[in-house]
């Protein structure tokens, strides 16, 4: 951090810019490596937690844009990990569950992204992990209630 202006250096914002870079690259490459994408992590995490789901509460609850969402559905049925089917409540909407090869899948994407986790976090300590944690939580969910 030698090549940069202390004022920078010193704004939390601008650290967190440059970390959410650096962090993006590493999970963006781990999951390339293990044959996944972020964004069927996301989807099949919120599947795995809060069950079958629309489209449109998948895309809600994992922070996807709406045709991110239809791409990333359309992958993981192609791939097996999801079936999507009609909801038989709303007749124009489709219902999204996570399937037995998609939890195994979603396990194994866990083990990618603690790893990352843990290369990312390497120079602190587990109390310094969780303190961090905690208030970028706090920051967070400031920002969201805005």
Known sequence: MDEMPARM????????TQLAVHTRR????AFAAAGSRGHHYRAL???HEFGAVSQAELGRRSRM?????VAAVNELVEQGLVDRSP???HGRRNKVTVTRAGVRHLRRMDGVVDQVQDDLLQPLSAEERQTLTRLLGRVLA?????
């Open 9 to 16: 250096a010193a704004k939390p914002s601008w650290l967190i």
């Open 65 to 69: 844009d709406r045709s991110d969402v």
């Open 87 to 89: 909801d038989p409540d």
């Open 26 to 29: 590493l999970v963006f490459d």
């Open 45 to 47: 995490a919120v599947l």
């Open 142 to 146: 400031r920002h969201e209630d805005l």
